[in-house]
Nanobody, 126 residues
Framework: QVQLVESGGGLVQPGGFLRLSCAASGFTLGTYTIGWFRQAPGKEREGVSSITSNIDRTNYADSVKGRFTISRDNAKNTVSLQMNSLKPEDTGKYYC???????????????????WGQGTQVTVSS
């Protein structure tokens, strides 16, 4: 059974940092492109970052470039999202997801992903 479980969310002040982790079971995470998404109340889910299984190609939403870093640890079957210089507009529920199809390509399109975790809440507030 494919499962993705996010952890690491919480309440942080503006300018602070958090590290989210996505743990996979039921499949080998290192053979899939994995994405991070977020959803704020009343807004659509949006892509934040993704990483391929080969040569670790990555991409980021413009709003997080230079502040967030995605990485994977295939030995632990996890993908992490390091979030620095957090802003109130980064608040939302963060999800990791497994991309269907080729693992050679990055994608921030929700429609490209077929398995999702339950999410972890990130709140940036003073």
């Amino acid at each position: 059974q494919v499962q993705l479980v996010e952890s690491g969310g919480g309440l942080v002040q503006p300018g602070g940092f958090l590290r989210l982790s996505c743990a996979a079971s039921g499949f080998t995470l290192g053979t899939y492109t994995i994405g991070w998404f977020r959803q704020a109340p009343g807004k659509e889910r949006e892509g934040v970052s993704s990483i391929t299984s080969n040569i670790d190609r990555t991409n980021y939403a413009d709003s997080v470039k230079g502040r967030f870093t995605i990485s994977r640890d295939n030995a632990k079957n996890t993908v992490s999202l390091q979030m620095n210089s957090l802003k109130p507009e980064d608040t939302g529920k963060y999800y990791c997801a497994r991309k269907r199809g080729s693992s050679w390509y990055v994608s921030l399109d929700v429609q490209d992903y077929d398995y999702w975790g339950q999410g972890t809440q990130v709140t940036v507030s003073s």
